[in-house]
């Protein structure tokens, strides 16, 4: 519902969120904003006052800007300069998200928030977007998927079963019926753990692979106690988990520092070489991420365990060279 459409109780409330924002908002941008008249936005701001909201007005006309008192806005809760920052840079790892509901909330609740910053010399509150940045990856785009993760979200807070039809990657859609479990983020990416009723199986589920969703609003299961997401991912290199195996992998002098700054694995332990190389050890599933990652590398790197694994990156290096004549 747009804001020309609210009726009056409704656009008080959205006028008095406007009004504490950060800086307040002009008298002209109320007027356009919900389609009143000089008199009418008086009126409004009159019943504000007269529930005891203390207003700021500064300047004239429609010029004028219009403000909730700051004293006032910051009762009860005051952010520091800190937890500013926090939620500043906190909302930055989310651009990925941009265009959905989860975004505008987001962006809500910070601007919510924004009256109940304490006050802070100026000088350190400007170009907050330029000194905290969080550098954006090479991210999905659910601007087009805003229905079913609202739907997703949902499912999760009512613990609705859904039934929903999801396409993997290389294979053909499917029907499934899913009780949802967690919404988890990795790589700039949505995933959904959710329980297939017919497998009686938890599954991993890339929220964009959903072709439809719908959550079933007149039941609900039971959300398993014992659910511990992390153990999920226990064996898991990444966000797919499997059987997990020894893998023993030799980097070169050139790719060790790089190896030796991260800690890759709960279970990794690393050896140093004479060479300058690092032997990296870890237990982990065999997995699509720890292929590519190894992949990536090139000739930086040997795999000694499993000899599987060594005998399917040599084919995919010698593929790789065929291609190139």
């Known amino acids: 519902m747009d804001d020309l459409s609210l009726n009056k109780s409704q656009k008080l409330v959205r006028i008095l969120q406007q009004l504490q924002k950060r800086g307040g908002i002009q008298a002209y941008e109320l007027m356009g904003r919900f389609g009143l008249d000089a008199r009418t936005l008086r009126r409004y701001l009159e019943d504000l006052e007269a529930m005891g909201i203390p207003l700021v007005e500064e300047g004239y006309h429609s010029s004028r800007t219009v403000s909730v008192d700051r004293a006032y806005a910051r009762a009860g809760v005051q952010l520091s300069l800190a937890?500013?920052?926090?939620?500043?840079?906190?909302?930055?790892?989310?651009?990925f998200l941009d265009g959905t509901s989860?975004?505008?909330?987001?962006?809500?609740?910070?601007?919510?928030?924004?009256?109940?910053?304490g006050r802070f010399p100026a000088e350190a509150g400007r170009h907050l977007?330029?000194?905290?940045?969080?550098?954006?990856?090479h991210g999905k785009d659910y601007a087009r998927d805003g229905e079913i993760l609202d739907e997703v979200v949902s499912a999760?807070?009512?613990s609705n079963p859904a039934d929903a039809e999801y396409r993997s990657l290389r294979g053909a859609p499917k029907v499934y019926r899913l009780e949802p479990l967690t919404l988890a983020v990795y790589r700039q990416g949505l995933y959904l753990f959710a329980r297939d009723t017919a497998e009686d199986k938890i599954k991993s589920y890339a929220v964009e692979r959903f072709l439809r969703f719908s959550r079933l609003r007149r039941e609900q299961f039971r959300y398993p106690?014992?659910?511990?997401?992390?153990?999920?991912?226990?064996?898991?290199?990444?966000?797919?988990?499997?059987?997990?195996e020894w893998v023993v992998a030799r980097?070169?002098?050139?790719?060790?520092?790089?190896?030796?700054?991260?800690?890759?694995?709960?279970?990794?332990?690393?050896?140093?070489?004479?060479?300058?190389?690092?032997?990296?050890?870890?237990?982990?599933?065999?997995?699509?991420e720890l292929r590519e990652w190894l992949l990536g590398f090139g000739a930086e790197v040997?795999?000694?365990?499993?000899?599987?694994?060594?005998?399917?990156?040599?084919?995919?290096h010698l593929a790789a060279a065929a291609r190139y004549g």
């Open 302 to 316: 040997v795999v000694e365990e499993p000899a599987t694994l060594a005998v399917w990156l040599k084919e995919q």
């Open 225 to 244: 106690e014992e659910w511990r997401p992390l153990d999920m991912l226990r064996d898991a290199f990444g966000i797919i988990g499997g059987t997990p």
């Open 156 to 158: 999760l807070l009512y």
């Open 129 to 137: 977007d330029r000194k905290f940045l969080a550098v954006p990856e």
């Open 102 to 117: 989860f975004a505008e909330d987001m962006a809500d609740a910070i601007e919510r928030l924004e009256p109940a910053i």
């Open 83 to 95: 937890e500013a920052i926090s939620l500043h840079f906190g909302r930055t790892l989310f651009t």
């Open 251 to 288: 980097f070169s002098a050139n790719a060790a520092p790089y190896v030796r700054e991260r800690r890759w694995h709960p279970t990794a332990s690393q050896m140093p070489l004479e060479d300058g190389g690092v032997r990296l050890r870890m237990r982990v599933a065999n997995a699509p």
